[in-house]
């Protein structure tokens, strides 16, 4: 399909409560408000004619475009260069707090640094996914678009009326649109606002401009608690500020994505809703956090992880995969059949089924949290701990069934091989806490279903003719989610049983530093179509690589990864063949483990020093 920008071709921009993607020619083509799991109000990047965006690039030239991040800052710049000048768009949204609130602004602010150019301003707002009308008020100082639910206000800098001249701009159903040229020196802009309560009001460039400055001391504030002084520091800094970017504040909880619908294939089905907070994401936030020093955030996580766990009934499932960034359970997945998709990949859904499956791994990725936070001294409350307690008692009844796995697969349960190594975490890391706080517990029950599991595992998860662990019992299949094996403690990387294991994911997952969770094609996963390698993966083979040994491989394939980034140092889910991001993005997941894999492989090539 034409006219689709690539997937990681876009910068993130965000309030710490909602986000937006700016394409490299300066489209807003992805916001959603007014939270990131609400309906888009601009959704171009999941259909070009009907989701609705905010152009603001040269007009009828030839130009070229890049993109940057005001060093240690979330605020991005999109520079334009032709043959005539060059000009550039500064976007960014100023930080909303930590009260919830459904006023948003975002800034544009455009100036010309050398030459002239003629830019269009093309504002096409499309509310709830394209598929509510909605009114367009004109005022004196700017527009509102106001439909049932949601309005956003347009109001340009109070200097931007010399720049366009009122009869050039054209304002009619498909939304507020105009063509102008800027001379170097120009500087104009407009800034969007959701449920404003008044009416719009235009504002100076000063003021723009502090609020720029106010947005910028705030990044670089945050940024600059990070303790992290080692080899990839740029690397690990951008991805610290990209996990914030898609942090609620209110709660604390992580989303996934910021994105809906990107396909894991382009043209394929494997298209998911990805603006939730996932039990394993946030449990993995901690560890890489606290990394960073960056104890505030890891507390707000473990205190929204700790009330999913309270809020947890003692029924067939009592933790739920996932939730939406209140907490709230109720994920309906839904297809939006009137939108094309991401370069026509269809369906394009919303909401996430995967939400009631069983997946028996989050528990060990949750207690192994609330562990390591207690070694850094964040100690579960007494409540939280009962709670926790209360899930592994439920664990050791529950644990030896199929399950739907890491990778939430549509084909039916299995005994996952991760799910019961993780299992074996959950509640190994209750014992040593139960332990060393004299908290209650069943340990000796825990222990004896801890022993259990490995001795299970060992005996069925190993597939003697591969010499390898597979996916699950009843495969020969191997699954990269099993690089975790020895970074979790379940077996030794010198160990002959993982070494061999590790071999035989080198020559089957592995493809020049990028690793395949697993070949769909040889363990059907209920979907039609393929994927691409799993950055996630990928950072883990480095850490697998790293304790076994293998130093010098480890870290070059580190640095490997670092030329599948986007240029803006981001990364989606997964890396398609010819190295463009494909899935979601940016991916938190993504991102987590890169900063764990710099701080775990700056420690072992420190140690070698």
Not at 334 to 363: K, M, T
Request: proline residues 5%; negative net charge.
């Amino acid at each position: 399909m034409e006219g689709y920008p690539g997937v990681g071709e876009h910068g993130l921009i965000g309030d710490l409560q909602t986000a937006a993607l700016v394409s490299k020619d300066g489209t807003i083509d992805w916001f959603c408000a007014p939270r990131f799991d609400s309906p888009s109000v601009f959704g171009a990047l999941l259909d070009r004619s009907k989701g609705g965006h905010f152009q603001l690039s040269p007009d009828g030239i030839e130009y070229t475009s890049k993109q940057l991040y005001l060093p240690g800052t979330a605020i991005l710049i999109t520079r334009f260069h032709s043959a005539d000048g060059v000009g550039e768009v500064v976007d960014f949204m100023p930080v909303t707090g930590e009260q919830v609130t459904d006023r948003h602004r975002l800034v544009r602010l455009i100036r010309m640094v050398r030459g002239s150019m003629p830019f269009r301003f093309d504002c096409r707002p499309r509310f709830n996914y394209g598929r509510d009308p909605y009114e367009l008020e004109v005022h004196p100082e700017g527009d509102v678009f106001r439909s049932a639910t949601l309005a956003l206000t347009l109001a340009p800098f109070k200097n931007t009326e010399r720049l366009i001249d009122a009869r050039d701009i054209r304002r009619d159903a498909e939304g507020v649109r105009a063509v102008y040229t800027l001379h170097e020196g120009d500087v104009g802009g407009v800034v969007l606002e959701t449920n404003c309560p008044h009416a719009p009001r235009a504002i100076s460039t000063d003021e723009a401009c502090e609020l720029l400055a106010e947005t910028r001391d705030f990044w670089r504030r945050w940024v600059g608690r990070s303790r992290y002084t080692g080899r990839w520091r740029e690397m690990v800094e951008r991805s610290a500020m990209t996990l914030k970017l898609m942090t609620y504040a209110p709660t604390g909880a992580l989303v996934a994505a910021p994105t809906a619908g990107l396909p894991e294939q382009v043209g394929g089905p494997r298209n998911w809703d990805y603006r939730y907070t996932w039990v394993r994401d946030a449990s993995i936030s901690v560890h890489a956090l606290l990394g960073l020093g960056f104890t505030d955030e890891a507390r707000k996580y473990l205190f929204w992880l700790e009330a999913r766990i309270r809020d947890a009934a003692n029924g067939d499932v009592p933790l739920q995969v996932m939730y939406r960034i209140d907490g709230s359970p109720d994920l309906a997945e839904e297809v939006l059949d009137h939108l094309e998709g991401y370069r026509g990949s269809a369906p394009v859904r919303v909401g996430n089924g995967a939400a009631g499956q069983l997946q028996l791994d989050i528990y060990g990725e949750a207690l192994n949290s609330l562990e390591f936070a207690d070694r850094h001294g964040l100690i579960a409350p007494h409540e939280g701990w009962r709670k926790a307690a209360g899930l592994m008692d439920w664990l050791c009844e529950h644990w030896d069934q199929p399950e739907d796995g890491i990778w939430e697969t549509r084909s039916g349960r299995q005994d996952f091989t991760y799910g019961r190594v993780m299992s074996w975490v959950a509640l190994d890391r209750a014992v040593r806490l139960a332990q060393r706080l004299g908290r209650p517990g069943d340990t000796t029950r825990w222990t004896t279903e801890r022993n259990a599991i490995y001795e299970q595992v060992m005996a069925r998860g190993f597939h003697t003719e591969r010499r390898a662990f597979v996916q699950h019992y009843r495969t020969h299949i191997l699954d990269a989610s099993l690089l975790a094996m020895p970074s979790v403690g379940f077996i030794s990387p010198s160990d002959p049983m993982w070494e061999s294991t590790l071999r035989a994911m080198d020559a089957e997952l592995v493809s020049d530093s990028l690793v395949y969770r697993y070949d769909p094609t040889a363990s059907p996963d209920g979907l039609a179509g393929t994927e691409g390698t799993f950055s996630m993966c990928s950072f883990w083979y480095v850490q697998a690589l790293a304790d076994s040994g293998r130093l010098d491989e480890a870290r070059l394939t580190f640095e490997k990864m670092f030329t599948y980034s986007s240029s803006l140092g981001l990364y989606s889910e997964e890396i398609a063949p010819n190295g463009e991001q494909i899935g979601n993005f940016p991916q938190a997941f993504s991102h987590l483990s890169l900063i764990s894999t710099a701080v775990h492989l700056d420690g072992l090539l420190d140690s070698q020093q």
